[in-house]
């Protein structure tokens, strides 16, 4: 699982476990791997009975459930043949820290597995993988289907190497996806008869679970045709846009803050739109449009943005010490670059909540440089001016730049 279309935008997506993918796949008529959730190993080997029972699944498949793909190469995905493997593979799963190519090499701690049923059986034809995935073409600005005949754990390989096995179908807002395209999908991906069949009706309730659950992307790697031409999720990785999460509660209770960097959850329960990167410059913004501007003078002054964090237009003191707070957390930031205008926010409350974090925290270890104008913006220079603070102070965007390069000389 696992191919990433990387974009450099700042939409804020929740992403949830394949179990909970599947549970809303499986809710909109897409066929899926039945599984079932287990946090010890008792619980898998109760669950592998209870597969037995209702789908005649001798063996079972034990998949660790982090927010990552690439979870088979890194150990995290076993097959047990009986219950004695289910236990003991369980027991391996559950606690490890499972490295991934997606989750950096410090990898992520396990603490649920998913048992689910053996869909690879023998039978009158051969199993067969497919790609399949719906997200936003940014460039057409549609939704579009992406889908390849060579699905599996190396399709980032594919990608790279046979990009004309990478199909793209674009769905017309106007019209909706149509008949044609789900038969054209599943005949560029060789099938016939009944399988066929079946793949029209999977693409048709996969994209109307997409749009119906207002989700940025969904990522199915596997497709798996079965050896009796069914077709099945066996994976399913699902981005929810955030923006939406107000009309879908059901959703926002699928998070799971473990898996979340634990300074991107802070800034949320403050309401501040936080995104860490790798740079060296924190900077703390109003919009969107000008933390982008923000992080081009960053990069034009020889620095790297080190985060995207927008207080919004309804800032207060409260919410720019949270802000400040946040941005010194992360050891790598030599320097901070304040630039807020002062529209629906007031520049003087920016600067007192500035004065007050610094205040509070002591000996600020880095630089800053702060940019304010706008709404009372005199009133916000004054108030910093007479703070006895050790700051920067900048009136355009060009001085601001300058007096980056110059604190990172």
Not at 86 to 107: A, F
Not at 241 to 257: G, I, K, Q, V, Y
Request: glycine content about 8%; overall charge negative; charged content about 25%.
């Amino acid at each position: 699982m696992g191919l990433v279309i990387s974009q450099q935008i700042y939409l804020r997506t929740m992403n949830i476990h394949e179990y909970q993918g599947k549970q809303i796949l499986k809710s909109f008529g897409v066929n899926i791997q039945e599984g079932i959730l287990a946090h010890t190993p008792d619980e898998a080997v109760a669950a592998a009975i209870k597969l037995k029972e209702d789908y005649n699944s001798s063996w079972v498949v034990i998949k660790a459930q982090i927010h990552a793909g690439g979870r088979g190469k890194g150990g995290g995905v076993k097959l047990a043949k009986n219950l004695e493997e289910v236990k003991q593979k369980t027991s391996d799963i559950i606690g490890m820290q499972l490295v991934t190519p997606q989750t950096g090499p410090e990898g992520k701690l396990v603490s649920k597995v998913l048992v689910a049923q053996d869909v690879y059986y023998p039978g009158a034809s051969e199993t067969k993988e497919f790609y399949v995935s719906v997200l936003l073409n940014r460039a057409t600005g549609r939704n579009t289907i992406m889908y390849s005949t060579e699905g599996g754990m190396d399709i980032e390989e594919v990608a790279e190497h046979t990009p004309h096995l990478i199909f793209k179908e674009d769905i017309d807002p106007k019209v909706g996806l149509q008949g044609f395209q789900t038969r054209k999908i599943a005949f560029n991906l060789g099938l016939s008869g009944n399988a066929f069949k079946e793949m029209t009706k999977f693409i048709a309730a996969l994209y109307k679970a997409y749009e119906a659950t207002d989700s940025a992307m969904f990522e199915i790697n596997p497709v798996l045709k079965t050896s009796d031409d069914k077709i099945l999720a066996v994976d399913a990785k699902v981005n929810l846009d955030d923006n939406a999460l107000f009309r879908h509660p059901d959703f926002a209770a699928m998070r799971d803050t473990a898996e979340e960097d634990a300074t991107e959850v802070e800034a949320s329960e403050s309401n501040l739109n936080y995104v860490k990167l790798d740079g060296n410059v924190g900077c703390m913004v109003n919009g969107a449009g000008l933390a982008m501007a923000t992080m081009d003078i960053i990069k034009i002054a020889g620095g790297e943005p080190a985060n995207f964090l927008d207080v919004g237009g309804t800032a207060n003191a409260t919410t720019v010490k949270a802000a400040f707070h946040i941005i010194l957390k992360d050891p790598k930031v030599e320097a901070i670059l304040i630039n807020i205008f002062g529209g629906i926010v007031r520049c003087d409350r920016v600067a007192q909540g500035v004065i007050d974090a610094y205040k509070e925290m002591g000996n600020i270890r880095v630089p800053i440089i702060v940019r304010l104008q706008g709404t009372n913006a005199v009133e916000a220079k004054k108030l910093i001016d007479e703070s006895g603070l050790q700051v920067f102070s900048a009136i355009l965007l060009k001085e601001a730049a300058d007096l980056v390069s110059e604190v990172l000389a």
